[in-house]
T-cell receptor, first 115, second 111 residues
Framework: KAGVTQTPRYLIKTRGQQVTLSCSPISGHRSVSWYQQTPGQGLQFLFEYFSETQRNKGNFPGRFSGRQFSNSRSEMNVSTLELGDSALYLC??????????????FGQGTRLTVV | QKEVEQNSGPLSVPEGAIASLNCTYSDRVSQSFFWYRQYSGKSPELIMSIYSNGDKEDGRFTAQLNKASQYVSLLIRDSQPSDSATYLCAPEGGGYQKVTFGTGTKLQVIP
């Protein structure tokens, strides 16, 4: 079956702009989690959506937001981009909410570079 | 807040040796644990899960869990250069908490 699809794969934006990233989970999976990964910080949890509802949120500023649609596809938006937002953004799909399991399947990620 | 600690490495082992990767966690709620492998420039992939105390073997991989000590490990026997990657430990969220990944241990298998 198809895996987790993230688009776009690469993105270059200018400081102050906003960006929207997309994640299509594995068919049948209703949970989508988003992570930011940088070399010095590892995987940092952004938020999780399950059945269109945000279930958990990490310690990121309000510039980071997300949503999930009825078909479980999810989008993540970052407004007023800063240089420090440059990172690999990963989404992970799972059948049930992550508080029930840490079994997840990751997309290939979106590499965001802010200049 | 769940804390997960891993030695960042790099852990260097010669080809054919046993690589031992360790992970400690701070809370007692988590009941199951997952190991992910992440190759450089790639996304993490799930390689092992363990749900009860003791050992679980899958091919060259063995996961060990000790809930009393809040410790989980991953052993890789007959290490191969293709095992060179960063290994992430993730306890199950539990108690409506989100999944917390360790920062990962970088393993280098030297041919």
């Amino acid at each position: 079956k198809a895996g987790v699809t993230q688009t776009p794969r690469y993105l270059i934006k200018t400081r102050g702009q906003q960006v929207t990233l997309s994640c299509s989970p594995i068919s049948g999976h209703r949970s989508v989690s988003w992570y930011q990964q940088t070399p010095g910080q590892g995987l940092q949890f952004l938020f999780e959506y399950f059945s269109e509802t945000q279930r958990n949120k990490g310690n990121f500023p309000g510039r980071f937001s997300g949503r999930q649609f009825s078909n479980s596809r999810s989008e993540m938006n970052v407004s007023t981009l800063e240089l420090g937002d440059s990172a690999l953004y990963l989404c992970a799909s799972s059948l049930v909410p992550s508080y029930s399991t840490a079994e997840a399947f990751f997309g290939q990620g979106t590499r965001l570079t802010v200049v | 807040q769940k804390e997960v600690e891993q030695n960042s490495g790099p852990l260097s082992v010669p080809e054919g040796a046993i690589a031992s990767l360790n992970c400690t966690y701070s809370d007692r709620v988590s009941q199951s644990f997952f190991w992910y492998r992440q190759y450089s420039g790639k996304s993490p992939e799930l390689i092992m899960s363990i749900y009860s105390n003791g050992d679980k073997e899958d091919g060259r991989f063995t996961a060990q869990l000790n809930k009393a000590s809040q410790y989980v490990s991953l052993l890789i026997r007959d290490s191969q250069p293709s095992d060179s990657a960063t290994y992430l430990c993730a306890p199950e969220g539990g108690g409506y908490q989100k999944v917390t990944f360790g920062t990962g241990t970088k393993l280098q298998v030297i041919p």
